[in-house]
């Protein structure tokens, strides 16, 4: 009889807010993994928070925002903005560097990139999916072509 794995034996239930979108992900990869977010109404003076809990990440970070509500100095959130608004700059300058024309800021519209595509996810769950014991290698080596192709 097979061993259960480490992840069909935990049954822990876990609750945490992070701003890495990344993260968010891996709802995508990992079935047990869900997503809610916190509904939020955005007008040009104002962040609303609804408290109305919906499925899904949310499109953008509020940690800030949370802060400012939390009762935080003015000072502390001024700087905390200006320290985001640099690691944003840094981060996209980055990007940039390590490729090239790939991060248009008109195609992003202040939108973190994510770190997978679906075409990604794609390849990830074929991989998954097969059997490399039972691989022959011209089947490896046409099943690696055709990833390669997938991804170019």
């Given at each position: 009889?097979?061993?259960?794995?480490?992840?069909?034996?935990?049954?822990?239930?876990?609750?945490?807010?992070?701003?890495?979108h990344?993260?968010t992900?891996?709802?995508?990869?990992?079935?047990?993994?869900?997503?809610v977010?916190?509904?939020?109404?955005?007008t040009?003076?104002?962040?609303?928070?609804?408290?109305?809990?919906?499925?899904?990440?949310?499109?953008?970070?509020?940690?800030?925002?949370v802060?400012?509500?939390?009762?935080?100095?003015?000072?502390?959130?001024?700087?905390?903005?200006?320290?985001?608004?640099?690691?944003?700059?840094?981060?996209?300058?980055?990007?940039?560097?390590?490729?090239?024309?790939?991060?248009?800021?008109?195609?992003?519209?202040?939108?973190?990139?994510?770190?997978?595509?679906?075409?990604d996810?794609?390849?990830?769950?074929?991989?998954?999916?097969t059997?490399?014991?039972?691989?022959?290698?011209?089947?490896?080596?046409?099943?690696?072509?055709?990833?390669k192709?997938?991804?170019?």
């Amino acid at each position: 009889m097979p061993r259960p794995t480490s992840s069909s034996r935990t049954r822990a239930r876990t609750l945490f807010a992070t701003h890495y979108h990344e993260l968010t992900e891996l709802a995508d990869l990992l079935p047990a993994v869900k997503n809610v977010h916190v509904s939020v109404k955005e007008t040009p003076n104002e962040i609303v928070f609804l408290r109305h809990v919906e499925p899904g990440s949310a499109s953008k970070s509020y940690g800030i925002e949370v802060a400012r509500l939390a009762g935080l100095p003015r000072s502390v959130i001024e700087r905390a903005r200006e320290v985001l608004k640099k690691h944003e700059q840094s981060e996209h300058e980055l990007s940039e560097r390590l490729s090239p024309g790939a991060f248009d800021a008109a195609s992003t519209n202040g939108q973190q990139q994510v770190l997978f595509t679906p075409i990604d996810r794609e390849v990830l769950e074929r991989l998954r999916a097969t059997d490399l014991d039972q691989l022959k290698p011209i089947d490896a080596l046409t099943l690696l072509a055709d990833l390669k192709k997938q991804i170019s």
